[in-house]
């Protein structure tokens, strides 16, 4: 796993503006239906990465005007929830999410958006100019590198126990990590099963 310092990685350095998948319509990647952009590119290279394909910048294929179109024909879905940004890591692709999720806080308002990062939100806020404005941008973000040692599989849209799904425009109003309302991590009850009661 890297560990970078303050602004040492940047997107316009790394980015070579690809990204890995786009799927629409579906219901993992957040809450409710949601469409996923997956950016090329990550140097956070947690170990146990589901997603080890991103980390190549070069991997994957162009983000086009046409792929943004169909992004945005989707997301006008009366039925979809928002759009969730993920890779690869997105923020070290601002020069491609940036212009669309200005376009889609102008043409879609009622979307909303989330975010998963490798920053921690305390290292996000000693970031570049473009990683804090996308940030301004999201509704949701979960931060912070994937710990292998800390894995649950009963949490809530997240792998390990380190990370968090933070409300970001609470938490940048109130100057403090912000946990979103809606945290329900697994926490299921089972009856015991009486196997001697015929059924």
């Not at 786009?22 to 140097?43: H, I, Q, T």
């Not at 920053?119 to 912070?144: A, P, R």
């Amino acid at each position: 796993m890297n560990n970078p310092k303050p602004q040492e990685w940047k997107a316009e350095e790394l980015s070579c503006g690809r990204i890995m998948d786009y799927k629409a319509f579906n219901f993992v990647d957040g809450e409710g239906v949601r469409c996923s952009l997956y950016v090329s590119g990550c140097l956070f290279h947690c170990e146990g990465c589901y997603n080890v394909a991103t980390w190549n910048f070069r991997a994957g294929i162009p983000y086009t005007v046409e792929l943004e179109e169909q992004i945005m024909a989707d997301l006008a879905q009366p039925y979809v929830q928002g759009l969730t940004l993920l890779g690869g890591e997105p923020f070290l692709n601002t020069g491609i999410l940036i212009p669309l999720v200005k376009r889609i806080r102008k043409e879609l308002p009622d979307k909303d958006i989330w975010s998963w990062t490798g920053y921690t939100w305390e290292e996000m806020l000693l970031e570049t100019e473009d990683k804090l404005e996308l940030l301004s941008m999201i509704d949701i973000l979960v931060d912070g590198r994937f710990d292998r040692t800390k894995r649950n599989l009963m949490l809530q849209f997240r792998g390990s126990s380190n990370q968090r799904i933070i409300d970001v425009q609470q938490s940048l109003a109130q100057g403090k990590v912000v946990i979103w309302e809606k945290l329900n991590d697994g926490k299921a009850v089972y009856e015991p099963v009486d196997r001697r009661k015929k059924i």
